[in-house]
T-cell receptor, first 110, second 123 residues
């Protein structure tokens, strides 16, 4: 079982719709969770961090964490073509070892 | 400006040669990381360091070596023992922390800030 799992996609949504990205993790002692956006050929950039159960909102982005079910999700409201990228889920499993999923490719169709 | 600098951006190497990738940060971060990314893949952890003079193997450490003699610097050497070294190499740093609460004064532990990456091609 992979430590961090994501659906590779591509996930296609029309412009203005809500994009929903999901991630599961295997290590129950994981402390903090992250979503990164990566454009083709570029390095990842952090868009959301979460470490408490529940929702955390920042602009059009909402991260959701459920530690009991070991999943974390990212919602992107009012999706824009500029949101088209690969979204990477990352988990801090303790002692600063940060593990990434393989990423979900999002395509926003104008 | 604070940030992470990786060099070189592009590097070509002949088989059998060792090569060292540079990573420098001026964010005053304790933790530093090296990841490898292959086309269409996620990031795989090579080595990470929580503090100066200490580092741990990640998931794919074979054929790589690192040092952490200064807080600001975490160079990665790709040795000739690495069978398939052609990849995109990413260095990152984080505020660090040794456990306990995930949120510290400087941010959230494990929150990574990346350099622009180094593309290594073996000819």
């Amino acid at each position: 079982q992979k430590e961090v799992e994501q659906n590779s996609g591509p996930l296609s949504v029309p412009e203005g719709a809500i994009a929903s990205l999901n991630c599961t993790y295997s290590d129950r002692v994981s402390q903090s969770f992250f979503w990164y956006r990566q454009y083709s050929g570029k390095s990842p950039e952090l868009i959301m961090s979460i470490y408490s159960n529940g929702d955390k909102e920042d602009g059009r982005f909402t991260a959701q964490l459920n530690k009991a079910s070991q999943y974390v999700s990212l919602l992107i409201r009012d999706s824009q073509p500029s949101d088209s990228a690969t979204y990477l889920c990352a988990v801090n499993g303790g002692y600063q070892k940060v593990t990434f999923g393989t990423g979900t490719k999002l395509q926003v169709i104008p | 400006d604070g940030g992470i600098t990786q060099s070189p951006k592009y590097l070509f190497r002949k088989e059998g040669q060792n090569v060292t990738l540079s990573c420098e940060q001026n964010l005053n971060h304790d933790a530093m990381y090296w990841y490898r990314q292959d086309p269409g893949q996620g990031l795989r952890l090579i080595y990470y360091s929580q503090i100066v003079n200490d580092f741990q193997k990640g998931d794919i450490a074979e054929g790589y070596s690192v040092s952490r003699e200064k807080k600001e610097s975490f160079p990665l050497t790709v040795t000739s023992a690495q069978k398939n070294p052609t990849a995109f190499y990413l260095c990152a740093s984080s505020i660090g922390g040794t456990g306990g609460a995930p949120e510290l004064a400087g941010g959230i532990t494990g929150e990574l800030f990346f350099g622009e990456g180094s593309r290594l091609t073996v000819l």
